[in-house]
């Protein structure tokens, strides 16, 4: 990829991340890619142009990282498959905190950028739900859990360390991981299925 086209693209989503679409005028967009106006748009028509070339590009990045971090195709062990994974999400969640939040924003307002704006969320999802179905059917979970259930729970943890610890941090004195690993023991303690002749709750 041509150099001053990467660095727009990644000065736009820092941009957009920051200020939204509204904000991420193409001045704005040059100035931190160290080009002029002339630069951008030799290689984007409109700014509407850049901005999803931009979501397109960090789409490719998140979806890349979450592929590296995928959770097995064959469950083996709820606590060390899961657990991973969810620190995996959670860093990467974090690390793009302002972003996550800018998307949660935008998306009912572009509609044809949603799959970028919202594609790596669904994506973990996706996987969460795959993975648990698989779970259950391999003996691993309690049959009466519903994995669904347990997919939004894991979400809604990951949602809640992932965006919450910048505005209440008082509610994390230990840190976002350490937080997270003790949701996720009470997670995992309630769907495992007990080993022969251990009664669940004992």
């Given at each position: 990829?041509?150099?001053?086209?990467?660095?727009?693209?990644?000065?736009?989503?820092?941009?957009?991340?920051?200020?939204?679409?509204?904000?991420?005028?193409?001045?704005?967009?040059?100035?931190?890619?160290?080009?002029?106006e002339?630069?951008l748009?030799?290689?984007?028509?409109?700014?509407?142009?850049?901005?999803?070339?931009?979501?397109?590009?960090?789409?490719?990045?998140?979806?890349?990282?979450?592929?590296?971090?995928?959770?097995?195709?064959?469950?083996?062990?709820?606590?060390?498959?899961?657990?991973p994974?969810?620190?995996?999400?959670?860093?990467?969640?974090?690390?793009?905190?302002?972003?996550?939040?800018?998307?949660?924003?935008e998306?009912?307002?572009?509609?044809?950028?949603?799959?970028?704006?919202?594609?790596?969320?669904?994506?973990?999802?996706?996987?969460?739900?795959?993975?648990?179905?698989?779970?259950?059917?391999?003996?691993?979970?309690?049959g009466?859990?519903?994995?669904?259930?347990?997919?939004?729970?894991?979400?809604?943890?990951?949602?809640?360390?992932?965006?919450?610890?910048?505005?209440?941090?008082?509610r994390?004195?230990?840190?976002?991981e350490?937080?997270?690993?003790?949701?996720?023991?009470?997670?995992?303690?309630?769907?495992?299925?007990?080993?022969?002749?251990?009664?669940?709750?004992?």
């Amino acid at each position: 990829m041509d150099a001053a086209r990467e660095r727009l693209l990644r000065a736009a989503r820092e941009v957009f991340d920051e200020e939204g679409f509204r904000g991420a005028t193409t001045r704005r967009i040059a100035a931190r890619a160290g080009v002029n106006e002339v630069t951008l748009f030799r290689h984007f028509a409109s700014k509407e142009e850049l901005i999803g070339a931009a979501l397109e590009w960090g789409h490719g990045e998140a979806m890349a990282r979450l592929g590296a971090a995928a959770l097995p195709v064959i469950p083996r062990d709820l606590d060390g498959d899961l657990r991973p994974f969810l620190r995996s999400v959670l860093r990467a969640f974090a690390a793009s905190n302002r972003g996550v939040r800018t998307a949660m924003a935008e998306w009912e307002h572009l509609p044809s950028f949603r799959g970028w704006l919202l594609g790596p969320s669904e994506a973990v999802a996706a996987e969460l739900g795959r993975y648990l179905v698989a779970a259950q059917a391999a003996g691993l979970m309690r049959g009466e859990v519903d994995a669904l259930a347990v997919t939004h729970v894991l979400l809604a943890t990951l949602f809640w360390h992932g965006l919450m610890p910048s505005m209440l941090p008082e509610r994390f004195a230990g840190g976002a991981e350490v937080s997270m690993e003790r949701c996720i023991d009470v997670v995992i303690d309630a769907i495992r299925r007990p080993p022969e002749g251990e009664e669940v709750g004992s």
